[in-house]
T-cell receptor, first 114, second 113 residues
């Protein structure tokens, strides 16, 4: 079945460690996004990419990094520079012709820093 | 600065009640407004609105956009416990911001039996 797969679903990390969240889609979508969600905060955009080997910072990119080496993959690294990394992370995608239309979301990854 | 503001942030009702959720937006070169429902994990798409005054309907849910007042509402009639969720509103623009959506903080709706 087509969709977006995020892994891991739950992740614990110690302070000072980098962690990479995986996002893979088999929808043949061009654009991919990473959002962060904190309680009562809605979704805030971290990074997005509309084509391979290109990506743009969102509103809260500090302490995060991404890559887009393949169309179907958009991993997010949470670095030790991110001050409050504990959050729910959502990956999404959309076809370019549907941009500003429906976003298709993965099931999310919940990161807890101990 | 582009932004989307939702109200109320939290709402508690009883089954059978009708609710109205509000969303105001300021998005450069506005193109579309979207509503999502989020229960536990991934938000699920409800509506996309691009034109003023045209109501979109799906069962007990309906939504309308006012591009003059920069406002949208989501109505849910005859609420059920299964409607309990966070409802997210998001705005998208054209040009340099093409491809990204601005989300509001969401309205947490709780429906009691």
């Amino acid at each position: 079945d087509g969709g977006i797969t995020q892994s891991p679903k739950y992740l614990f990390r110690k302070e000072g460690q980098n962690v990479t969240l995986s996002c893979e889609q088999n929808l043949n979508h061009d654009a991919m996004y990473w959002y962060r969600q904190d309680p009562g905060q809605g979704l805030r955009l971290i990074y997005y990419s509309q084509i391979v080997n290109d990506f743009q910072k969102g509103d809260i990119a500090e302490g995060y990094s991404v890559s887009r080496e393949k169309k179907e993959s958009f991993p997010l690294t949470v670095t030790s520079a991110q001050k409050n990394p504990t959050a729910f992370y959502l990956c999404a995608s959309t076809p370019l012709q549907g941009v500003n239309g429906e976003l298709f979301f993965g099931e999310g990854s919940r990161l807890t820093v101990l | 600065e582009d932004k989307v503001v939702q109200s109320p942030l939290s709402l508690v009702v009883h089954e059978g009640d009708t609710v109205t959720l509000n969303c105001s937006y300021e998005v450069t070169n506005f193109r579309s407004l979207l509503w999502y429902k989020q229960e536990k994990k991934a938000p699920t798409f409800l509506f996309m609105l691009t034109s003023s005054g045209i109501e979109k309907k799906s069962g007990r849910l309906s939504s309308i956009l006012d591009k003059k007042e920069l406002f949208s509402i989501l109505n849910i009639t005859a609420t059920q416990t299964g409607d309990s969720a966070i409802y997210l509103c998001a705005g998208g623009g054209r040009g340099s911001t093409l491809g990204r959506l601005y989300f509001g903080r969401g309205t947490q709706l709780t429906v009691w039996p």
